[in-house]
């Protein structure tokens, strides 16, 4: 029976070693250094929206849209549910102009869209006050998973299936023989596999520089807020913002716990270097004063946020490639592994069919996606050098919103 390990307990790499145990793949190890859902993806919004700005993106999208429906049905025992809300993209007129020449892409590739201006908006969100001269990019089928819900949901279900998830079972290497990868080294030795999947996140670059291989991969803060309890439920859809400065959507703690999560980028900050294994994103702060720049942000949009204030916060790292486009597939260098990283502000969006592509090529099935424009391989060492050797802040680095 074939062999395979998933490295790394976040929403990616649950994905792949569910896709792969209900395929049948074989046996399935999941080693993760700390706890399952350690890194962001415990932290993240969980805002999906399927309208993106790549064709192998949006077809992505449309997989992992129906993926999360079928995985509401699977997990519903587990206490998970997709809150297909919508998602609604916000554009200044000044920013519209981008985003509509990729309405052909959405209309070719039969991706339904909207496009409301503010008095329809308005009219169909009570809660929701957009400024006259926005347009809304409306996406039906988004909307936005609890993270605090879906990753344990997952990991329970994983379990069930018969997945091995071992916590605290950090990869220190990978075992190569003949030039092929065939295991990871642990603490506790090394554990053989016939391929290696390694969706480590934020860690990646450190991680695979370890292995020989430099990936233009940088990682920034990210940082996302919980108010406090809300009388009703907001009637707003997951919202990304941009206009505001901010992505803003429900949020619910239960059946009758209503809240707003908000969240957004710190434009000056510098790149987090990631330098190894021991890295955690508990030791990660945001700036006091992001919490009432938020609020002064956003409140003009939903001026119910003006009778709350933010209860939680959670800080973590969100990863870009040079071209801000995903790192997924085969490395060139190193045959028996398998990357999923650098998902930018989207890996909870992407992570149901992220697994099921690190799945399919894990298993040696051809991918659902033509993904040839997310190749780890598609970078030339001295591009890839140069972007590392430069320190970016988070302005210059893409904007790319779930
Ligand atoms: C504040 C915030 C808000 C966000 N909002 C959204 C959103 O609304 N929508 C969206 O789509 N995305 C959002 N994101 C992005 C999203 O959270 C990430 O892209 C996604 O969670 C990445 O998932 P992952 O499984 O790759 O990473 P992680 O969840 O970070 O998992 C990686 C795991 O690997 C483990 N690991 C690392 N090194 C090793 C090792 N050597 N051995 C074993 N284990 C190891 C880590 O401990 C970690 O648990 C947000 C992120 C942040 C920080």
């Not at 949020?251 to 716990?257: K, M, N």
Request: one cysteine or more; aromatic letters at 8%; charged letters at 20%.
């Amino acid at each position: 029976m074939p062999r395979f390990i998933v490295i790394g307990g976040g929403a990616i790499g649950l994905n792949a070693a569910y896709q792969l145990t209900r395929m049948q793949a074989g046996k399935v190890t999941l080693l993760e250094k700390g706890q399952v859902g350690d890194g962001s993806s415990s932290r993240a919004g969980g805002i999906i929206t399927g309208l993106l700005w790549s064709e192998t993106g949006v077809l992505a999208r449309m997989i992992s849209l129906r993926l999360y429906q079928e995985l509401s049905a699977d997990l519903e025992r587990y206490g998970y549910c997709f809150q297909d809300v919508g998602c609604l993209n916000l554009f200044d007129p000044a920013s519209w102009g981008e985003r509509e020449e990729l309405l052909p892409l959405y209309d070719r590739l039969g991706f339904g869209y909207e496009i409301l201006d503010a008095a329809q908006m308005r009219r169909r969100w009570p809660d929701l006050t957009p400024e006259a001269d926005l347009i809304g990019l409306h996406d039906a089928v988004g909307g936005y998973s609890e993270p605090h819900e879906f990753v344990p949901a997952l990991a329970r279900r994983c379990r069930d299936l018969g997945v091995e998830i071992r916590e605290n079972a950090r990869v220190d290497g990978l075992q190569i023989d003949n030039g092929r990868v065939v295991g990871v080294q642990t603490g506790l030795g090394v554990l053989e596999a016939d391929v290696v999947v390694c969706t480590v996140h934020a860690w990646t670059a450190a991680f695979m520089e370890g292995c020989g291989v430099r990936l233009p991969i940088k990682s920034f803060v990210h940082q996302r807020y919980v108010s406090s309890k809300l009388p009703e439920r907001a009637s707003i859809p997951a919202i990304n913002a941009n206009p505001y400065g901010g992505y803003i959507r429900p949020a619910r703690l239960g059946t009758t716990d209503f809240r707003i999560l908000a969240g957004g980028e710190t434009e000056d900050r510098e790149e987090e270097s990631v330098d190894g294994p021991s890295f955690h994103m508990a030791g990660l702060s945001a700036p006091r004063n992001l919490r009432s720049q938020l609020s002064e942000n956003l409140t003009p949009l939903v001026p119910k946020l003006a009778a709350t204030r933010w209860e939680t916060e959670q800080v973590g790292l969100i990863s870009f490639s040079l071209d801000s486009e995903p790192v997924l597939g085969h490395l060139p260098e190193l045959p028996g592994l398998v990357v999923g990283a650098a998902f930018h502000s989207g890996g909870f969006a992407y992570s149901p069919v992220a697994g099921l592509l690190l799945a399919e090529l894990a298993a040696g099935d051809s991918p659902s996606v033509d993904i040839s424009s997310f190749s780890p391989g598609r970078f030339t060492k001295e591009e890839t050098e140069d972007y590392l050797a430069t320190t970016v802040v988070q302005a210059e680095a893409f904007r790319r919103r779930h």
